[in-house]
C-alpha cells in the first residue's frame, strides 16, 4: 500500500500561485510514477500532470501546459505542482495519485492509478 497526503491548497487570486505537495509512505516512492488530477464541482475527474519515476519524463493537459510544473524529491517521498498565473477555471480539489511504473507511458485515465491521496482544494478568484 502507499499512503498519499496532499498539501498547499488554498485561495488565491487569479494571476497568482501555489505549490502543491504530496507526501508518500508505506512503499519505495521512487518505483511509482506520479500524477496529479483535479476535479471541480459537477465535473469528472480530469489529469493535470504526471512525472515518471525517475522524473525524467512529465507530462501535462494542455490547459495547463506552461504554467504548471511537476516535480519529485525521491529523497523525501514526495511530488509537487507548482501552478503559476492561476485563473478562475483553476478552481478544483487536487489530487495525487501513484502507480507502479515499470512501464508507465503517462497515462491520462483516473482508471490507470492504483492510489490515490484524500485531496487538497485550490480555489482562484477572479
Known amino acids: 500500500q502507499v499512503q498519499l497526503v496532499e498539501s498547499g491548497g488554498g485561495l488565491v487570486q487569479a494571476g497568482g500561485s501555489l505549490r502543491l505537495s504530496c507526501a508518500a509512505s508505506?512503499?519505495?516512492?521512487?518505483?511509482?510514477?506520479m500524477a496529479w488530477f483535479r476535479q471541480a464541482p459537477g465535473k469528472e475527474r480530469e489529469f493535470v500532470a504526471a512525472?515518471?519515476?525517475?522524473?525524467?519524463?512529465?507530462y501535462y493537459a494542455d490547459s495547463v501546459k506552461g504554467r504548471f510544473t511537476i516535480s519529485r524529491d525521491n529523497a523525501k517521498n514526495t511530488v509537487y505542482l507548482q501552478m503559476n498565473s492561476l485563473k478562475p477555471e483553476d478552481t478544483a480539489v487536487y489530487y495525487c495519485a501513484a502507480v507502479d511504473g515499470t512501464y508507465y507511458s503517462g497515462s491520462v485515465s483516473q482508471h490507470h492509478y492504483d492510489y490515490w491521496g484524500q485531496g487538497t482544494q485550490v480555489t482562484v478568484s477572479s
Open positions: 512525472i515518471r519515476r525517475s522524473g525524467d519524463s512529465t
Open positions: 508505506g512503499r519505495t516512492f521512487s518505483n511509482y510514477a
